[in-house]
T-cell receptor
Framework: GAVVSQHPSRVICKSGTSVKIECRSL??????MFWYRQFPKKSLMLMAT?????????EQGVEKDKFLINHASLTLSTLTVTSAHPEDSSFYIC????????????FGPGTRLTVL | DAKTTQPTSMDCAEGRAANLPCNHS???????VYWYRQIHSQGPQYIIH???NNETNEMASLIITEDRKSSTLILPHATLRDTAVYYC?????????????FGTGTRLTVIP
């Protein structure tokens, strides 16, 4: 149990386009999902906290208009990178907290975004 | 703010025990010690956590000192698939907030 999936696993896009990344909790409900970004050889940095049915909470320095987060159901959150630029190239990872279980976070496999 | 200190990297021979240390001298009484690992180009994987007692599961053992200022993660028989970055995190559980802050971790390389 406690599986989190992400789609796509890898995406390459042109500068200026928008990219949507999906995060799904497959076998549990998650009121809260988290989005992280990881640059090469660096640690994970929390970008935002996504609560089902409400606006996301962004960490300092993360542009909410650039990284649009939608958490429309208890099993799905999406991150849209708008007008992507090469500096947005990174590894994006989501995690989900089990609504009914212990206070644990389960991580997705990550999405590697490359902006040309 | 770094609440844990870990060595940057370690090597371990395949089949031997890997002992990964972590210092958390400012840990509070209600903070747990969590360990995650991240294999290259994958999401983090939960390993184990504990409050003050030593813990063991199918993946690893966690030894916490009596004063709780440090701990050691033990992989009893390391395999090549255990090569990863290991993160030691202290956090208060059941707060509803995200308090999983990843430091730089220890890059463990298991050598054949």
């Amino acid at each position: 149990g406690a599986v989190v999936s992400q789609h796509p696993s890898r995406v390459i896009c042109k500068s200026g386009t928008s990219v949507k990344i999906e995060c799904r909790s497959l076998d549990f409900q998650a009121t809260t999902m988290f989005w992280y970004r990881q640059f090469p050889k660096k640690s994970l940095m929390l970008m935002a906290t996504s609560n089902e049915g409400s606006k996301a909470t962004y960490e300092q320095g993360v542009e909410k208009d650039k990284f649009l987060i939608n958490h429309a159901s208890l099993t799905l959150s999406t991150l849209t990178v708008t007008s992507a630029h090469p500096e947005d190239s990174s590894f994006y990872i989501c995690s989900a907290r089990d609504l009914l279980g212990a206070d644990e976070q389960f991580f997705g496999p990550g999405t590697r975004l490359t902006v040309l | 703010d770094a609440k844990t200190t870990q060595p940057t990297s370690m090597d371990c021979a395949e089949g031997r025990a890997a002992n990964l240390p972590c210092n958390h001298s400012t840990i509070s009484g209600n903070e747990y010690v969590y360990w995650y690992r991240q294999i290259h180009s994958q999401g983090p994987q939960y390993i184990i956590h504990g409050l003050k007692n030593n813990e063991t599961n199918e993946m690893a053992s966690l030894i916490i000192t009596e004063d709780r200022k440090s701990s050691t993660l033990i992989l009893p028989h390391a395999t090549l698939r255990d090569t990863a970055v290991y993160y030691c995190i202290v956090r208060v559980a059941m707060t509803g907030a995200n308090n999983l802050f990843f430091g730089t971790g220890t890059r463990l390389t298991v050598i054949p």
